[in-house]
Structures are given as C-alpha cells and as structure tokens.
C-alpha cells in the first residue's frame, strides 16, 4: 500500500485538482470519474487548497501524517505467538500471509455476520484462519481449502497452537474450483478467498452459491501492490482483479465495498 501511495498520492501534488490524482487510473476500472471525484464544498482538499502557506512542504507533513497513520493502523490489533509462528512459516514457504491489519478486517467482519460457518480459498500456513476463528462465534467451523496439504499442516499445528480445538477447521486438500461445488449452497456466513487470482470471478459466482443472505464474501489482495491502477500493461492477474472489483461493485446481488487496509480487501454482503 505505502507503494500505492508513493506512486499516486506522493506523486500528485495536494494543492493540484484531485481529479489530477485519479486521471492515472484505468479508466476502464473507474469509467464515471467526473461523477465520483468532485470534492464536496467544504471537503478536506478544499479547505487545504484555501489555506495560504507553502503547499509542498503540507503535502510533505499530510504524506507522511498518513503513512504513520496507516503502519499505525497495521499494527493496531497485536498478533499473538501463534500468529507470528505461522507467519514465519508462510515467509518461509515464499508466500504472502494476510497483513496484521487485514487479519483484524478479517476478525471483525466474522464478528459481524456472527459466523458459524466460514469457506476460505487459500489456506496457506493459517494466519488468515487464526484471524477468522477468533472473529466466529465459539462454536464455528472454519472450512478452508488449499492444494498444498504441507502447508495445511502448518496451519493445523497454528491453530492448535493458539488455542482452537480440532474440530473448529476442516481442512480440505485441493483445488477450489474442485471443492467448492461440494459445499453447501447457503450455507456459509462469510466466504474468504484468497487463492488464485485468475481464478477470482469464478470464486464471486461460487460464493454467490454459498453464502446465505446478508453474508459476506471477501477478496484479498485486489490492489495487486499499486498495479490494479496504474494504467501501464499488466498481467492477467490484474485484468481479472479489475473484472472482479467492477462485477462487484455493479452486481445487484451485494452491498460492496473496497477497504484500504493491507493490499486491498473487497467486500460485499449478500442481499
Ligand atoms: C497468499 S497464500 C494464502 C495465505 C493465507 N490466506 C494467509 O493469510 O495465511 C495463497 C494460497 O492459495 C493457495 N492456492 C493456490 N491456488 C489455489 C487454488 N486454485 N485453490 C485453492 N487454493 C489455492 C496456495 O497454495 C497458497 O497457499
């Protein structure tokens, strides 16, 4: 995310239009720019537009205000043993676990819908799975799926680790677009997908399957470090993000919305 901010919001200075910041985006991602990005009288850009003073060195302090701000938000919930060992395994492994920060977003939105039953795609060493379990109601079950049974060996051990009995996850080895049509349709209170992301329309229409109404289904990782609005070529990857994020945010069935915490995590709850 500090990337993002260095490439779009450094490099924009404050005092010029806002608009001028989002003129870098795809404007495929976001076709209606005018109507979204006019700031309000008396919004925050205005009032630091009117104020006389050296902008440069203002948008220095605002920069670095935020950057603080966002490794402070980051850091805010404090990860426990378990949730290090874990993460120390996934570095290990060449992967990329879910931010302190996201792992919070995940605890809190699993709260909220009061999970009992939650389908995660990409189990890794489990430090998203911690996050969730501590977020679902006692008795909830974390269904999670991944094709590396070695790293879903590390998360049964972090889980037991940090606290949670064997019967509060169920590890299913494999392929989610292989395993995801043998769940339950509705039977899921929050769907976490963090898998492959070539794969992530596919997942959407699955969650859609299997969340009950006024469940939530949420997409780690869908600023793709800054490249999902940058307007150069990309990989694949990132043209699937931005199908998904605008099939998200058109679709009639949910409420979405797109959390800047981490690398980007889109929600949406079932209608
Ligand atoms: C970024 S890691 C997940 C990290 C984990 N959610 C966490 O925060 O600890 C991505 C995981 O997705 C798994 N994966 C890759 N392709 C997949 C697929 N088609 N279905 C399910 N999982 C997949 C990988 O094996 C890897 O463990």
Redesign the pocket.
Known sequence: MLIWLRQHVIATPLHAPLHALFHRLPPALFPHPSKRLVPSAGSRHQRIQSRPGNHGDRERVITGNRQTSWAFADAFVAEDEALRW?RDR?HEAG????SPGTGAALRLLAATVDAKAVA??????????IHLLHGMRPDGVLTT????PD?QQFARQAFRAAGFASNRARFIPG???DVLPRLADAGYDLVFC???RL?CLDYLAESLRLLRPGGLVVF?GVFADGRTVESGPQPAEVGRLRELLRAVRESQDLVPSLLPVGDGLLCGVKR
Do not use: Y
């Not at 995660?120 to 799975?129: D, P």
């Not at 799926?145 to 590396?148: L, N």
């Open positions: 874990a996934a992967l990329r676990p879910v995660e795609i990409g189990t890794g060493t489990g430090v998203s799975g799926v991944d094709p590396e790293r392929r989610a677009l963090d898998g492959d794969e780690e």
